[in-house]
């Protein structure tokens, strides 16, 4: 990524190398960068005017929470979440701390493998679209008879590819391992399905179903692999009441889906920008969603949350 000036308006007194859908990434120094999460939100691959209040921290503690409670199962790039940690390691933040405190991470810097780690537990969205087009998903093949939103027995996991516009696609196990090798690729599919899994686990005792997710990987310059960006929130997942699920039906999703319902009803939209301003309520809506499945996964309102401190690593390569 290459160094741009920042946004008009921001204070973060740091270098932008990149600002996408959601995020800014800044520069800290070599080995370390600042990601900082919006309340920007996107629908249907294009950017919304208004703000959902309170996203950007929800998507920042929430991956906070999750990482804490997969020390010891998958090696990850956070290195502080804690306002006064980051500060404490990047001094010229203290100058500005509305302007990131419980919306950023302090993170290591990777070099991320071009493809998408999906791992989808029950049939929904676009592997649901295909399965009833063609009975497969990515195009290997699924048992016959399954019903939208049914369980997948074990999960599976089904790759994409990362478009830096428009949609990402659904391609084949071996499509990725020819991108970035076998051995990566089925090191990639093991660590997936096993932060899947446990994140299914972990929600389902909370009463929600973690339909499907995805994740991101990198590696440092010492070759060591780490889970990266955000992990297991509303944005990168596919959460449903566990009580609302019902095979053959799409059970309500916890995370922006009043916009998209909203958007839906609106047939003068094509999809494209400059898109329709959001009704007040449609933006109270989708804020308490984001606030909801917080509350429900962590135990914890958003206001009440301290984010955990992480362990110092080391660059070792596996």
């Known amino acids: 990524m290459s160094g741009t000036s920042a946004p008009v308006g921001s204070r973060i007194p740091l270098p932008l190398l990149h600002r996408g859908k959601v995020r800014e990434i800044y520069a800290v120094d070599a080995d370390l960068l600042l990601m900082v999460a919006s309340d920007r939100v996107s629908a249907f691959d294009v950017i919304l005017e208004e703000p959902i209040p309170r996203k950007g921290e929800v998507l920042t503690l929430l991956t906070a929470w999750w990482l804490d409670r997969m020390e010891g199962l998958v090696d990850h790039h956070l290195v502080a979440a804690r306002p006064e940690e980051i500060a404490a390691r990047v001094p010229a933040l203290s100058e500005a701390p509305e302007e990131w405190a419980r919306r950023a991470l302090l993170v290591r810097r ?3 493998f071009p493809v998408e780690c999906v791992v989808r537990g029950y049939l929904a969205g676009s592997a649901w679209r295909e399965y009833r087009a063609s009975g497969t998903l990515a195009g290997e093949p699924l048992p016959p008879g399954l019903q939208e939103s049914q369980e997948l027995t074990p999960p599976v996991f089904s790759p994409a590819t990362k478009a830096v516009e428009g949609h990402d696609e659904n391609i084949s196990f071996s499509d990725m391992a020819d991108r970035i090798g076998e051995g990566h690729a089925s090191r990639l599919r093991k660590l997936a399905l096993e932060v899947y899994e446990f994140g ?20 440092t310059e010492g070759g060591h692999l ?12 596919r959460y449903w009441p566990k009580e609302s699920w019902c095979p053959g039906n799409t059970p309500p999703s916890l ?9 839906d009803a609106r047939p003068d939209w094509d999809r494209t920008p400059p898109p329709p301003s959001l009704a007040p309520e449609v933006v109270a809506s989708a804020t308490e969603r984001y606030l ?14 301290a984010p955990p401190s992480f362990p110092e690593t080391t660059d070792e390569a596996g």
Request: glycine residues 6%.
């Open 226 to 237: 780490l889970l990266i960006d955000e992990v297991l929130t509303p944005d990168s997942s």
């Open 200 to 219: 299914r686990d972990t929600a389902d005792s909370r009463g929600i179903l973690l339909a499907d997710t995805k994740f991101e990987f990198g590696k």
């Open 292 to 305: 909801e499945i917080f509350r429900r996964l962590t135990g914890t309102t958003l206001d009440d949350y």
């Open 110 to 112: 990777t070099r991320p």
């Open 255 to 263: 995370d922006k889906q009043p916009i998209r319902d909203w958007l």
